[in-house]
């Protein structure tokens, strides 16, 4: 079978490599399948080439992934109209998280045959075998289907226990002189970056989250470090994005793994999403040793009964402590701050705000969001119990628009004082980080016009 994976236009110069299709496409090419892979995200063709692509190329099954943000969403009904429209419409499958937990929902948006429920690459091998045998697809587990035009709900399927069993993703498929030029935190103009695994899931379970596998389940020190050597040789790659939830699922963890890192003599810089609660000054040294250059922070909320709310596990106090010790460290904190949530109101807002002003060390411009309460989270189970939200048509058809705008207001507030509210802390945090780089050209401007800087090479923005 002929297979084409789709990798969507997110609307970037530059691109986030597409992990999940190219673990797919792995499994697909260990399985002996033809696999070719459509990069409407670099070429930004219109959706209406993918329907000519596949008028002129014959295609037996083609595969789109999504997450839940609402430019995705709509982004899969335009693809999803692209691919019904052509004239020898291959076999349509979708996942990821997006469709994960209301299926129905997306069989009738999208056209779709089948939608892969939770992790993929055991399923799709199971699927595959039956479109190819002509088998009933009754037993493949973690799938959904129409049949006679009602859809089938098939058992979940466990989720993979030795991820190190699952086949590094398909790079050789894909255009990695573009996905290398993707910009991190403290990387330089001559630096090359990729996106890698540590592992799947994570041991916290926020209220907002709208990931639905259980628990955390890490690669082996060896297996990570394997994937940084080939990359390294293969693609001249010098800084490691690691991408999974919470590389810092425990501070054993991850001194292990940086102690590793450090015995392999990799020589890369990497930068990883964390938690505060385990930010402790003894691990962040190693972790600073071993290359880290940024720990990216959900801190999501500056006050005690928010986190609460959230199922964060973290106190203010810890948050302080965590951040402190990190910007010790020299390794640069990421600030993801949103609003919105239970127990928010304005006084939770500019707790926020004074927070992000007095540690903010520059390296990203950062701003405060609304929570979104995404279908599959806890959160959104409450905006339903109380009737803000109607169902997952009414969420993604009329509430969720925009991600910088109410999708369910949770707050005592209108939504004009809410939008107002945010503008006012986002004016506010703007100012503050323009203000900081314009404070930094007109030294830069000093030192080479009065001090005599013969290493100034201009102002550049990358």
């Known amino acids: 079978m002929k297979v084409l994976l789709v990798v969507y236009d997110n609307d970037s110069y530059v691109c986030w490599f597409p992990q999940g299709l190219g673990y797919i496409a792995s499994i697909l090419l260990k399985e002996g399948y033809e696999v070719e892979v459509y990069n409407q995200d670099i070429h930004h063709y219109p959706d209406e080439h993918l329907t000519d692509f596949l008028n002129k190329n014959h295609f037996d099954v083609i595969a789109v992934s999504v997450i839940a943000g609402y430019y995705q969403y709509r982004k899969l009904l335009s693809l999803s109209k692209a691919i019904n429209t052509a004239r020898d419409r291959p076999f349509y499958m979708i996942g990821g998280h997006g469709p994960a937990p209301d299926p129905a929902h997306f069989f009738k948006k999208t056209g779709a045959d089948v939608i892969v429920i939770g992790e993929g690459e055991d399923t799709i091998k199971e699927l595959f075998a039956c479109l190819g045998s002509g088998q009933s697809l009754k037993d493949v587990k973690g799938l959904a289907y129409q049949s006679d035009g009602q859809m089938v709900m098939n058992e979940r399927r466990d989720l993979i226990k030795d991820v190190d069993s699952i086949p590094w993703p398909a790079y050789d498929l894909f255009p990695i002189d573009h996905y290398k030029l993707l910009r991190m935190p403290n990387c330089s103009s001559r630096d090359f970056v990729m996106p890698v695994l540590s592992g799947r899931g994570c041991t916290f379970k926020c209220n907002f989250c709208y990931r639905m596998d259980k628990g955390f389940r890490p690669r082996s020190n060896e297996s990570i470090i394997d994937e940084i050597k080939y990359l390294k040789k293969e693609f001249g790659i010098t800084y490691i994005a690691f991408s999974d939830e919470l590389l810092m699922s425990s501070v054993s963890r991850t001194v292990s793994l940086c102690e590793a890192f450090l015995k392999a003599d990799l020589n890369v810089k990497w930068d990883c999403n964390g938690r505060l609660n385990y930010a402790r000054p003894d691990m962040l040294k190693v972790m600073k040793r071993s290359g880290c250059v940024f720990i990216n922070y959900g801190i999501e909320a500056v006050d005690d009964q928010v986190l609460k709310n959230m199922n964060k596990h973290l106190t203010v106090e810890m948050i302080i402590k965590g951040i402190e010790a990190t910007l010790k460290e020299s390794i640069s904190p990421g600030f993801n701050v949103i609003w919105g949530n239970l127990g928010d109101n304005l006084d939770t807002l500019n707790k926020g705000v004074e927070f992000l002003l007095k540690y903010d060390d520059s390296v990203q411009l950062r701003n405060i969001r609304p929570v979104t309460p ?53 004016k506010r945090l703007l100012n503050n980080y323009f203000d900081k780089k314009k404070a930094s050209y007109i030294k830069q401007s000093y030192d080479l016009y009065v001090g005599g800087n013969t290493n100034f090479r201009g102002f550049r923005h990358t």
């Open 374 to 426: 995404y279908p599959g989270c806890e959160l959104y189970d409450i905006a339903i119990e109380r009737g803000l939200v109607k169902d997952i048509e009414d969420f993604y058809e009329n509430k969720h628009v925009n991600s910088d705008l109410l999708a369910v207001n949770f707050t005592d507030l209108s939504d004009k004082e809410f939008h107002k509210a945010l503008y006012d802390a986002n």
